[in-house]
């Protein structure tokens, strides 16, 4: 059912132009700005007895909502170029969808969790930072299809993809009232299997046929741990910038610094294991290490002890660098499949042990350890769900863990069956992972006339690659490739050479 | 009048140690701590009756301070780097000339606004905020002569930019009373305008000599968008960083953030429209998604309303595309105006469009939306300027706009004359956007001498490059190519190659 | 005594995981939860009369502890991808050694700092931020020895740096109550000469069999910039970030910004005047523009005054620069000590600088200049040291440094002598600076062998380079080099090309 016309020139601009109206309509009626950002604060801080300016929640969220802010952007977008030719489509797809994604979740999560009595959604830091993080499930999903799809299909699966994020938010944090204060279940458990179940949906049995794109080069496994690193840096403020003030944030921070350091050393240890002569594996460096800040993410605000954050890391190091050597051959092989940044492995797997610890620690939680206001502070029993017991709060949190599977599992299903439409532009199976598609990729080598003798010889093609006839000329440049030849030679390339 | 000898040995030495030692002694006559960053905070603090340090500046400017610094040195740096051979230039003289405005920035802007009653400029958060400011409109100056200055015609680019910025700001803020948080008429629309007029003055009508080095590679299109994301990620805390405590700085946050992520749909849609195959190209999705930042800075702090962002966004992303696509063009043919970075569509006309809308805005405040108090707060009715009435704030914005656009046309013109001056040594029309002239490139090929077999059989030259005579030898390596050849053959390079 | 068998199949996954193993223990036998961090943190509030969440110590450093932690992560691993080869080894060793480095700092300096009448460790940011200092004074050792050594290797040097610098830190912050906000002495000065020391044991005669690979190419370069300006950058919050709340971090902050701004200026004049025509040297540019953050790092705090600050940037620009064209190849040749990034020029020198400007500053301290409160504040003359005199406090900060000294050489004495053992897989000499020994190195031309006819005539080899023969075959890949030949010819790799 492949459709093998990439271009997308109608498509694209048409997607891009309604929906970014719809979004201009939308917020006209529904967005306004919360008593903090609103030019009455004043008033607002001394009806309620506010005694300075820094007590607006921004001075407390907002430098961890730029560290989350550059985990989606450069984080996400970066941990994705290690492809050798898709460097463009990973920062640049990631960049689109983000932008969009992040405006349509304001009006998602505001409909469900901000609407005023006037029937208006206020909208304040900690809207901003919700807004990223439902972007964020959907990037996760991006990395299972990376290079498999248009950034039409990007753009539907995004539209899905926050749709679907805050409902499942809703119900996990509102209706079961569990807790995912980095969201072990809501981000990440969503964000992977819904990506997963597209990928299935959408297999391509002869990928192989792009297999020479699908791997790194030198300078992209760099450009890689760009962002790994700033992921792993900024995972901290990720998991505290939505926790509660004071020692809500700062005890998130600790657990998920913990977690995250000891990870590496893990994940390390198991990469060197399982390779040939003990050597280390980028793929490993670049990914597993971060498991462990997905798995304390439902945790962090607990009192899961620093020791505690160190164990989850431990294992979770593990389990996903085992990931990448078995379960994605597997997943591929016999599940059909193809997960090219291996989310799974990052963020399922993770997500999954998540939610079971989050479940775990919340059951076990104990007055002794928190005392009762710290119980009732910490997992919000109050209004409604005043009087509930920890076992019970554990129970929903692993009821939370079903629906964030089921939605994440049921919706990949459902968008991946639109996706399989034969109008989004998607790239034949011998065209995955390459740039060239979707956007001008500068042609290297278009020096190389310039400089070639003018009375140089030509002579008959001799080669045809990658689909192009080289034709009568004495120079050809592909986007990957020069070639060159005359009748006693040659092409070259960036990394290689032939000649006759 | 181009004076082609590169050679700044004896001037940029001379021009840093001078200019340094300068800065040095001014200081040391002008400049001290201010009452929050002085060791007597304390007794201040108890005589102001601060009841914490928490409520000293620092804390509610710092981070968007190190957001506002990672923009100047990582942002524009990196945006720059997409020329395939000027990388060095782009983020080294960015950092050069960058390190030292904000010391003639401190002074500059210290002397209009921070002077106490001792003759003495007391610095604290908000001056170094501001100093990175006046740098930034410098960087975007730079943009426009990209590859074609030599770093000490950048050094007195900036040292002049500084100074009209510093006379430009005090006029436009204090004696015109006009508002300008992000800076769209003060920082961008003078520093384009700036560097569009002093590229003007060194028109290079022979510059097609250097188009093969006019262009980006794959990677460094990668590093650009380093740039690009940093900025966009980071302007929210560009155009809150010196606006009021509490909800002005809210706001404005929220308004950039939607602005942004509206011009990056816009971008996109207008960028795939016009190109063949509705292809992206990259230079668009580096440079016009930012434009929307740059139309919000005045308006950030107002009551703009998210809509109205979103709207802001949205026109600014189709005209700066649109801007790429044909008025640069234009604007070398015609005007002889050669703007390497295409800083007209990025900064001059989203300023423009920033002024206006800021000038608009401020001219519809009412007290219903903004209450009286806010009205007052929000647009400074306050001291000499009590009672000033929204429409004539408003036009006081509109002629703050044609101060701005006098002082960059005017500015550039007059430094452009001075920068006409053969003794800079800038370089030939063929030597532009080389890195080769300024910095020690590595000569990636010197190690083809030593495994090239000694009994090689040696060949008179065949070609001539790049100034370069391929002299008696079988190996000659420039710094951008490796030349070698014998009888049969042959040179290769990086990406292209040449034989006989 | 060098054993070439570079695999560490068996040594580093044993080390990783039993060392792991042994922080969870310890972690859970010591470390637990400060009051700021704790769920009970709500009662210590009300018990301590604390106003609001606000005024927890996390919203006081956790913006200058992110920048930090990036530091640390991206501007210490960054910085060392400046080779053309290694930059899996700068990026991922770094990444592997911090991630160690900070549960075990957080052992060490927590049994002497921050052990509580409970014998147990209470941790929170402060701490958090004191690890990530304390795994800088191992990064810095780092760059000395980088390409030459094991990740085994480095993993021991961490062990015992971590270890030296608990012990050192507590001699000379709680014993001589030596002043050191940014760690001039206590992290610049011993890291470096632990590494240098290091270094020196670990000698390598032949090292210029890798001298081949002892470069940057363009693109590392570039990549190696990152690393300086997030370093450069955030410095100020390196500096400030444990310094007194309110007037103490934000001195800090302009007396570092401006430091850093004058060493750029000095540091490219140097540059230029000492190289042949005029032209920068990337290494200096990448290095020495860091010298002044190093060097105001004890000072930082204390009334330096901003020209101060410029006039110790000033002359560590120029010590530095002149560092590295003239002492680094001094060093080599005359002492035996091979500096691979120059952590002399960047941070020993500036470093002891740094100790000799905070001495004589707190040595003239006056009442005068700091208030009597301002001097018992910012100096701690408290408690046990009520009415210790500046000069004294001189005396005691000279003695620091001396302490420093002495525990960077003779530490890194030991140490080296444990590294020389045969036993941690360090690489051969030729094998230095050569990624491909403990990383699996994507073999770049292995498309090669798609694309070549397959009726292509082979030849007997005619090579051996790197010590790999060239076999039967036409088209040989190695890690850096792609090799083909046949009757005619040849082999191009990504830089250079060899034919016959």
């Known amino acids: 059912p492949h459709n093998s016309n990439t271009n997308v020139r109608v498509s694209l601009p048409v997607v891009c132009f309604v929906w970014q109206t719809a979004m201009v309509i939308l917020f006209g009626v529904f967005i306004r700005y919360n008593a903090e950002s609103d ?75 901000s609407l005023d009595t006037d029937g208006k959604i206020k909208i304040g830091v900690e809207n901003l930072i919700n807004a990223d993080f439902c972007v964020a499930g959907c990037l996760i999903a991006y990395g299972a299809v990376l290079g498999k799809v248009s950034p039409v299909q990007l ?65 992209s496994d760099v450009f890689a741990m760009i962002g790994t690193l700033f992921l792993w840096m900024f995972w901290p403020s990720f998991n505290s910038a939505l926790t509660d003030h004071g020692d809500g944030q700062h005890r998130a921070v600790i657990n998920t610094y913990l977690s995250l350091a000891s990870t590496v050393l893990t994940s390390v240890a198991v990469s060197s294991l399982f390779q040939k002569q003990g050597k280390l594996d980028m793929v490993h460096i670049q990914n597993a290490t971060l498991a462990g800040g997905v798995a304390v ?23 996903s660098t085992l990931g990448y050597i078995y379960l994605t051959p597997f997943l591929e092989k016999h599940l059909k499949i193809q997960d090219t940044c291996g989310v799974h492995n990052l963020h399922a797997m993770p997500g999954v042990i998540g939610g079971v610890v989050g479940a775990i620690t919340a059951a076990a939680a104990t007055e002794t350890v928190y005392g009762k206001e710290g119980l009732i502070n910490t997992f919000d029993f109050d209004g409604d769900f005043k009087g509930t ?18 939605f994440g599992i049921g919706g990949g299903i459902f968008v991946g069956c639109i996706l399989r439409l034969p109008i989004w532009g998607d790239p034949a199976d011998e065209d995955c992972f ?48 020069l070639i060159c030849e005359t009748k006693q030679l040659c092409f070259v390339s960036n990394t290689f050479l032939y000649f006759q």
Chains 1, 2, 3 share one sequence.
């Open 39 to 113: 030019v009455r604060w004043r008033e607002f801080r001394r009806t309620n007895n506010i005694s300075s300016d820094i007590e607006n929640d921004f001075y407390f969220r907002y430098p961890s909502f730029q560290d989350v802010h550059v985990m989606v952007f450069v984080g996400f977008g970066f941990l994705m170029t290690f492809l050798k030719r898709y460097s463009f489509g990973a920062v640049g797809f990631n960049f689109l969808i983000a932008a969009f994604g992040l405006q349509w979740a304001l009006l998602m999560q505001g409909w469900f969790s």
């Open 434 to 481: 390459d740039d060239q598609f979707y956007w001008e990729v500068n042609q290297e080598g278009n020096i190389a006339s310039e400089i070639l003798p003018e009375d140089e010889e030509s002579v008959e093609p001799v080669l045809e690659y990658n689909n192009h006839t080289i034709r009568n000329k004495n120079v050809y440049v592909s986007n990957l490739y």
């Open 155 to 219: 753009l539907v699966l995004t539209l899905f993809g926050i749709t679907l994020y805050a409902v499942e938010e809703y119900i996990i944090l509102s209706i079961l009232h569990a807790r995912d204060a980095g969201g072990s279940m809501v981000i990440h458990t969503f964000g992977a299997y819904y990506g997963l179940a597209i990928s299935w949906m959408l297999y391509r049995p002869n990928l192989e046929q792009s297999s020479r794109l699908q791997g790194s080069v030198y300078h």
């Open 297 to 319: 993410g439902t945790a962090a605000e607990f009192m899961l002890m620093p020791y505690g954050s160190l164990i989850v890391g431990f294992f979770c190091g593990i389990i």
């Open 389 to 406: 017991t920890p076992s019970r709060q554990g129970g929903m949190q692993a009821a939370a863990l079903c629906v964030a599977l089921v």
